[in-house]
């Protein structure tokens, strides 16, 4: 397969990077609307066995909070993507856009690290949680994955925005 040469502008490897980042934010997509679906059909299917045959599933309430987690996670990770996640810095407003735009990069280095940081304890306690889960409940800690992957998600995206700098080109702090 022939390679391609780099764009004339010597930008391939942010090109690769927002390909990257547009294939993550489909696959995000996908995954946040697909588990939010299994989220209200299990929850309409508990509530039916419930309500009508006096039974339920004994550990639908626990896939349902685990479920939560996934449409939250996928949900903060396209947030974060398309940068329209929570700001609670004071110092964002009162910046100029020149100091915000130099803050960006470094700012969100900062905010992947953090994530990363995330990932590794999250890993650290399913481990954990694997070796002390009685056999019959380790299904549990296979669901809750969702915790390490769901932080290794945000920092990827901290890390990606990093690499390609701001999209709108004012550089407003995250």
Not at 28 to 52: F, K
Not at 100 to 123: D, E, F, K, S
Request: charged share 15%.
């Amino acid at each position: 397969m022939p390679t391609r040469p780099p764009h004339p502008d010597g930008r391939a490897a942010p090109r690769a990077l927002r390909v990257l980042r547009e294939l993550l934010v489909r696959m995000e997509t996908g995954l946040a609307a697909a588990s939010l679906l299994v989220l209200l059909l299990l929850a309409l299917l508990q509530i039916v066995a419930r309500n009508l045959f006096d039974t339920g599933f004994a550990s639908a309430d626990t896939l349902s909070r685990y479920l939560v987690l996934y449409v939250m996670f996928f949900g903060a990770a396209l947030a974060t993507a398309g940068e329209r996640h929570i700001r609670i810095d004071v110092a964002n407003q009162l910046l100029n856009a020149r100091i915000r735009a130099r803050l960006y990069r470094p700012l969100q280095a900062l905010a992947a690290l953090v994530c990363g940081i995330l990932t590794v304890a999250a890993l650290r306690y399913l481990r954990d949680a694997w070796q002390y889960a009685p056999d019959h409940e380790r299904w549990q800690v296979l669901v809750g994955l969702i915790i390490p992957l769901g932080f290794a998600l945000l920092s990827l995206h901290y890390l990606l925005a990093t690499l390609l700098g701001p999209d709108d080109g004012e550089g407003a702090c995250s």
